[in-house]
Nanobody, 123 residues
Framework: QVQLLESGGGLVQTGGSLTLSCLVS????????MGWFRQAPGKEREFVAR???????IYANSVKGRFTISRDNAKKTMYLRMNSLKSEDTAVYYC?????????????????WGHGTQVTVSS
């Protein structure tokens, strides 16, 4: 059984930084496309970033240049370094995984999800 566990969320001031982690247990981490999504209150879940099993990365335009996604296959962990945080980054952040993802920005493409970690950016 594949399980994803996010950590690292919290309260930070505008302009601050946070690093989220996603630990994967079960399955074969190195074969998964990994993604970060977020959901703000009253809004749809939206794509943030993705890193493929071979390290190809894409970002949502809203976070490009501020967020950095990475993975450590030995530790079975994915990261999201978030810099220059803005109030509009406030959301629950979810990590997702799947071994076959054709449209990496679509949440429906991922079968495995974590429970989420709250990120709150205060002004």
């Amino acid at each position: 059984q594949v399980q994803l566990l996010e950590s690292g969320g919290g309260l930070v001031q505008t302009g601050g930084s946070l690093t989220l982690s996603c630990l994967v247990s079960g399955g074969t981490f190195s074969t998964y496309t990994m993604g970060w999504f977020r959901q703000a209150p009253g809004k749809e879940r939206e794509f943030v970033a993705r890193i493929s099993r071979i390290g190809v990365i894409i970002y949502a335009n809203s976070v490009k240049g501020r967020f950095t996604i990475s993975r450590d296959n030995a530790k079975k962990t994915m990261y999201l370094r978030m810099n220059s945080l803005k109030s509009e980054d406030t959301a629950v952040y979810y990590c997702a995984a799947d071994s076959s993802v054709l449209v990496p920005t679509a949440a429906s493409q991922y079968n495995y999800w974590g429970h989420g970690t709250q990120v709150t950016v205060s002004s």
